[in-house]
């Protein structure tokens, strides 16, 4: 028997029309958008399903993937797909609490909604700046930005890929230099904010105050947390693993190879786009990594896996 990870992607995989395909042929998928339309007091399905500008902004983004991504993933346990762990890449955390049994789904939109909110709120636009750096192992880049003032590793995402995040002068000095230490490339990303940088801990401690109110179970499967890729086997840790998180680095590569090191051998990337798959071909091709982003996807993905045992 296959060992399963639910895996969910984070911020910027996000897209028009998303999730639009299950909210027309799933009554299981039209209660999650509806009922976060009622919680936040707008209109979900409009945010997901029609192009608009609010969709790339922090604050409705956040509740807008979490949304989507627990659409898509009751569906696939409807048709009996369950998993041994679950994942998900910084915003995607949240979907693996809920995918554990940690955090109720409407919990899980509530809290990100806000997280955003303070994640959006935390740095004025043009203060801070992210960037990928392309072809430069970790050790080299751990060594350049931990000499420099204002710099933070955001993402371990795969071999070859690390992000940076920080003050925007600090993250273009930081590229320069690493450029020079190696990189193949830097790319400066298109985001509105230092995400998972040393200037979000105040974005943290807010979350963590509304986190005191939020009701939390011990995990009915593990989840991996963002912050030590490790894996959560009761409530204890949560609060203040989501807490850090904000602020801490997203250790995406290791948390995948601490899955791979516990026997799973497949993972499902539940949401829009194929990021995280993109990922797992870096990180290990021996491992079989499915998507569910349409409709027409969930079949094929019971089929796999019917396969597969």
């Given at each position: 028997?296959?060992?399963?990870?639910?895996?969910?992607?984070?911020?910027?995989?996000?897209?028009?029309?998303?999730?639009?395909?299950?909210?027309?042929?799933?009554?299981?998928?039209?209660?999650?958008?509806?009922?976060?339309?009622?919680?936040?007091?707008?209109?979900?399905?409009?945010?997901?399903?029609e192009?608009?500008?609010?969709?790339?902004i922090?604050?409705?983004?956040?509740?807008?993937?979490?949304?989507?991504?627990?659409?898509?993933?009751?569906?696939?346990?409807?048709?009996?797909?369950?998993?041994?762990?679950?994942?998900?890449?910084?915003?995607?955390?949240?979907c693996?609490?809920?995918?554990?049994?940690?955090?109720s789904?409407?919990?899980?939109?509530?809290?990100?909604?806000?997280r955003?909110?303070?994640?959006?709120?935390?740095?004025?636009?043009?203060?801070?700046?992210?960037?990928?750096?392309?072809?430069?192992?970790?050790?080299?880049?751990?060594?350049?930005?931990?000499?420099?003032?204002?710099?933070?590793?955001?993402?371990?995402?795969?071999?070859?890929q690390?992000?940076?995040?920080?003050?925007?002068?600090?993250?273009?000095?930081?590229?320069?230099?690493?450029?020079a230490?190696?990189?193949?490339?830097?790319?400066?990303?298109?985001?509105?904010?230092?995400?998972?940088?040393?200037?979000?801990?105040?974005?943290?401690?807010?979350?963590?105050?509304?986190?005191?109110?939020?009701?939390?179970?011990?995990?009915?499967?593990?989840?991996?947390?963002?912050?030590?890729?490790?894996?959560?086997?009761?409530?204890?840790?949560?609060k203040?693993?989501?807490?850090r998180?904000?602020?801490?680095?997203?250790?995406?590569?290791?948390?995948?190879?601490?899955?791979?090191?516990?026997?799973?051998?497949?993972?499902?990337?539940?949401g829009?786009?194929?990021?995280?798959?993109?990922?797992?071909?870096?990180?290990?091709?021996?491992?079989?990594?499915?998507?569910?982003?349409?409709?027409?996807?969930?079949?094929?993905?019971?089929?796999?896996l019917?396969?597969?045992?």
């Amino acid at each position: 028997m296959s060992r399963i990870a639910f895996i969910f992607p984070g911020q910027g995989a996000q897209a028009a029309g998303m999730g639009k395909d299950f909210y027309e042929q799933s009554e299981t998928a039209r209660e999650v958008f509806d009922k976060a339309s009622a919680l936040l007091d707008f209109s979900m399905p409009e945010l997901c399903f029609e192009p608009n500008d609010r969709l790339d902004i922090t604050e409705y983004t956040q509740a807008a993937m979490v949304t989507t991504s627990i659409a898509m993933m009751k569906v696939l346990k409807e048709k009996g797909v369950k998993p041994d762990v679950a994942a998900g890449l910084s915003l995607g955390e949240y979907c693996a609490l809920a995918a554990a049994g940690v955090m109720s789904e409407e919990d899980a939109i509530k809290t990100v909604r806000q997280r955003g909110i303070f994640m959006q709120e935390a740095v004025p636009v043009g203060q801070g700046a992210m960037a990928a750096i392309l072809a430069l192992d970790a050790a080299a880049i751990e060594e350049v930005t931990g000499s420099m003032e204002g710099v933070w590793i955001a993402n371990y995402n795969c071999p070859g890929q690390i992000v940076i995040s920080g003050k925007k002068e600090a993250v273009e000095e930081a590229c320069e230099k690493l450029k020079a230490a190696g990189a193949k490339r830097t790319v400066m990303l298109n985001v509105s904010g230092p995400f998972h940088s040393g200037m979000l801990v105040e974005a943290g401690k807010k979350l963590g105050e509304v986190l005191e109110h939020v009701e939390v179970h011990d995990p009915v499967i593990p989840y991996v947390a963002n912050v030590n890729a490790s894996y959560v086997t009761s409530k204890e840790p949560v609060k203040e693993l989501l807490t850090r998180q904000v602020s801490s680095s997203v250790r995406w590569q290791q948390s995948v190879e601490a899955m791979i090191a516990d026997g799973v051998d497949t993972f499902i990337e539940i949401g829009p786009g194929k990021t995280l798959a993109g990922f797992m071909r870096k990180i290990n091709r021996g491992v079989t990594t499915l998507n569910v982003e349409k409709w027409e996807d969930v079949d094929k993905v019971v089929e796999a896996l019917k396969g597969a045992n």
